[in-house]
């Protein structure tokens, strides 16, 4: 997962080869809590690994529930009618799958629980769905704005005289846990008026006498238009997966049976997120051919999930898709696509990777019925209009539509995220713009909220050619710390990292675990051995062939026959092409003595580090101190000198500034101060605009 400030995509050119997506966080979430709230284990397979189900997992950790996993699945042993943990004080992210379900169960079952989320949380609306409930007679304050979390919740008086009436034009989250929550109370008997549900019976045991009704049914009706029909419909399905079986008279009314009762389904399989698909349908429809097509494993045409009618707008746009089993195969149809006019309320999650493909319309595009987008993570509907603007794009932006017209004149953007996994994700696919300009997406770990791997995932099926893939070059004398800042600004950039010293030092252990002498006789031998190194650079570790050499390759006698190999044309020969192969997205950066003059001549950018040799060999000598080698500063002095001038007389690849180089002398700097004007130069290149 990427943990950069910001991600700079460069121009990509299009797209082949196959994505296998996470699984649905709205069936995920609702799965652990149903779940939760049965008798016994249930096993579930291919759940979400996400920001949201981690919290929503930590949460019924904190109520009672047991939290196993199960090699690759994870068994929630379920309260069984049980009273939760409590107190318990729970914190919820971002997650109104995991705030609104809760919130309806934990105020039935009753306690002392205190439901908080992020700051945006606590400004996402949450007054409808407590007002439904305190007609039931929980028990429910605000801790700080009315009508919002953060919330505390205490023991009901429940009532079930009457339908419960909640609103359907907000978040179809509210109904959701209304019908999650309502079995609860629903099993054997209906309280009466003033009885807990600490005093109802555990499921399965015979009903109580005295105080309770004859059962009746619990009937909820939903106020004015219910949006987001499809996921009350994955709410449905999944109910009855638990052994609900929820009548409903069209989309106002809907009634839990009496008697109703969770029963665990044993194990469930969670769908792969159909709302996740959508950026990889786009990104088919958008630079995939029939001959190399964008392939989705996990979730196919027949999915319980609202969100795969996303496809039919696709397909009214122009993207070619065929179903495979648990598959959808997708690749260009119309170029340029189709503008739409749509009513989106079926996908309100998806509808947003449809504003970024009317980019790439032929006309003006408009999309409606999405004022659901405002108490999203973000104000979404706003937040659109806001990046799309900066893209170039027209933007008309409504109460509950959006009027998109592409750019007459792409422009290279900085987007703002908002802390919104959805924003991040669709805007990365402006970077197939025919302008062929650059991308920066902020703070791009906010997808983790859904796909913690999604740049990885486009950037498997992505392709550009490799002048746009941007390099920068560190090189420079032994010792001088060109390692250790390359690797940082790597990490900074979110960019591959190309350690080419180690690659020789790598090379030359590999030639003597071969019994091979690095002498130019072994030329021919060393480089068939170096033409097929399988090395990686794995988090600050050094892999052959799986195998950490990190250590084995930073002794003074590797760094020796380092140098032995480098003077070996056919060698270097060898790496070359290795090394080029390291030049993927997004980025690269390179660190070594040859980079800017030899192996990347073409960067955007070079530093070349420079440190004096006093300087470098106090630094050497503090690094072999700390190991308990013995060394004096004087001798180390003495071989860097040598060394340098050894490197720098070499026929072959001479150690040397690129003409073009920026020069960074770091006898008195920090790596941080380093790291920053790297970075700085860096930046300063950079098209974005805010």
Known sequence: MFSTAFLDIPPLAGAAGTVN????????????????????????????????????LDAL???????????????????????????????????????????????????????????????RPIGDLVDALRQLGCSIDYLGTEGYPPLRIGQPRLALDAAIQVRGDVSSQFLTALLMALPLVARDKAPTLGTPVSSLPPEGAPALKGGLSAPRDIVIEV??????????EITLKLLERFGIAVRRDGWSRFTIPAGSAYRSPGSIHVEADASSASYFIALG?????????????????????????????????????????????????????KAVDLDCNHIPDAAMTLAVMALYADGTSTLRNIASWRVKETDRLAAMAVELRK???????????????????????????????RVAMCFSLAAFNPARVPVRILDPKCVAKTFPDYFEALFSVAQTGPQDIPVLCIDGPTASGKGTLASEVAHRLGYHYLDSGALYRVTALAARRAGLDL??????????????????????????????????????????????????????TALLALQHGFRRL?????????????????????????????????????????????????????????????????????????????????SSLSIEESVAQVLQWWDARQPFHS
């Not at 992210?93 to 105020?107: E, I, V």
């Not at 703002?416 to 996994?421: A, C, E, L, S, V």
């Not at 997004?586 to 070594?592: E, H, R, S």
Request: contains cysteine; neutral net charge.
């Open 21 to 56: 997506l996470p699984g649905s966080k709205s069936i995920s979430n609702r799965v652990l809590l149903l779940a939760a709230l049965s008798g016994g284990a249930t096993l579930i397979h291919d759940l979400l690994d996400s920001d949201d189900t981690r919290v929503m």
């Open 61 to 123: 950790r904190a109520l009672g529930c047991g939290v196993r996993h199960q090699g690759a699945a994870l068994e929630i042993t379920g309260l069984g009618g049980n009273a939760p943990a409590s107190p318990a004080r729970l914190f919820l992210g971002n997650a109104g799958t995991a705030m609104r379900p809760l919130t309806a169960a934990l105020a039935v079952l009753g306690g002392d629980f205190e439901l908080s989320g992020v700051a945006r949380m606590h400004e």
């Open 223 to 232: 106020v004015g238009e219910l949006i987001s029909r499809p996921y009350i």
């Open 285 to 337: 429809a958008l630079a995939a051919t029939p001959q190399a097509p964008v392939r989705i494993q996990g979730v196919g045409l027949d999915s319980i999930q609202g969100d795969i009618r996303f496809v039919e707008a696709a397909r009214l746009m122009g993207a070619r898709i065929e179903g495979e089993p648990n598959g959808l195969v997708i690749s260009r149809g119309a170029w340029p696509l």
């Open 391 to 421: 893209l170039g794009a027209l933007v008309q932006e409504g109460a509950d539509f959006l009027q998109v017209t592409p750019p007459g004149q792409w422009k290279a953007a900085s987007i703002h995220t908002y802390d919104d996994h």
């Open 519 to 572: 002498v130019p006789a072994n030329e021919a031998a060393i480089a068939g051995l170096a033409r097929s190194l399988p090395v990686r650079f794995s988090q600050g570790h050094i892999l052959l062939g799986g195998i950490d050499v990190s250590e084995a390759i930073r002794t003074e006698e590797a760094g020796m026959n380092a140098s032995r190999v480098s003077t070996l044309p056919a060698v270097r």
């Open 586 to 666: 997004p980025g690269l950066v390179a660190d070594g003595r040859d980079m800017g003059t030899v192996i990347f001549p073409a960067a955007p950018m070079k530093v070349y580090l420079t440190a004096s040799a006093g300087q470098r060999a106090e630094r050497r000598h503090k690094q072999l101190i700390s190991k308990g080698i013995p060394a004096t500063i004087d001798s180390l002095r003495q071989a860097l000198e040598a060394r340098d001038a050894r490197d720098s007389s070499r026929p072959v690849a001479p150690l040397k500034p690129a003409a073009d180089s920026l020069l960074l002398d770091n």
